[in-house]
């Protein structure tokens, strides 16, 4: 059990156009999920924690604005990078845990490439 | 900042135990020691935690001492699918449950 899935894997598009990166909770109910991004050779960053039903809560110099996080129901998150561009490039990737006592789980990650 | 040392790469043999130290000496009473690893290109896999006993599951054996500042990740019969950076993270799961990801050991399985 304990499968979290990202969709989609993979994506390239245009500087200046948004992107929705979703992340669902395939086999559990999430109380909380969190967004982490990587760069290339390093370790990966956490961007936010969102809980179902409310407000997500981001790290010290995440833009909100930019990454949007929505967190409606227990099972989907999404995380919209809006007018991406290439230094938005990066892995994105998302967690989810059941409940407090349980350790996250993450998704297989989303490379987006900014062009 | 994380809030633990680990050395920067290890290898092992295949078929041998590969034993994975982690400092954590700043510990507080309600921190968990959590384990993952993150092999390359995917999101890291959760492989065990534990508080001050030792534990133990299908994937890895964890080895916590008794002033709770140091552990050790133990996969018994390592294989070359085990080649992966390896996370040791202290986290509060009731409190401030952030995982804080520092830079690894990047583990190299030798055949």
């Known amino acids: 059990g304990a499968v979290v899935s990202q969709h989609p894997s993979w994506v390239i598009c245009k500087s200046g156009t948004s992107v929705k990166i979703e992340c669902r909770s395939l086999d559990f109910q999430a109380t909380t999920m969190f967004w982490y991004r990587q760069f290339p050779k390093q370790s990966l960053m956490l961007m936010a924690t969102s809980n179902e039903g409310s407000k997500a809560t981001y790290e010290q110099g995440v833009e909100k604005d930019k990454f949007l996080i929505n967190h409606a129901s227990l099972t989907l998150s999404t995380l919209t990078v809006t007018s991406a561009h290439p230094e938005d490039s990066s892995f994105y990737i998302c967690s989810a845990k059941r409940t407090a006592n349980q350790p996250q789980h993450f998704g297989d990650g989303t490379r987006l490439s900014i062009l | 900042d994380a809030k633990t040392t680990q050395p920067p790469s290890m290898d092992c043999a295949e078929g041998r135990a590969a034993n994975l130290p982690c400092n954590h000496s700043?510990?507080?009473?309600?921190?968990?020691v959590y384990w993952y690893r993150q092999i390359h290109s995917q999101g890291p896999q959760y492989i065990i935690h534990?508080?001050?006993n030792n534990e133990t599951n299908e994937m890895a054996s964890l080895i916590i001492t008794e002033d709770r500042k140091s552990s050790t990740l133990i996969l018994p019969h390592a294989t070359l699918r085990d080649t992966a950076v390896y996370y040791c993270i202290v986290s509060d799961p009731f409190g401030n449950e952030k995982l804080t990801f520092g830079t690894g050991t990047r583990l190299t399985i030798i055949p």
């Open positions: 700043t510990i507080s009473g309600n921190e968990y």
């Open positions: 534990g508080l001050k």
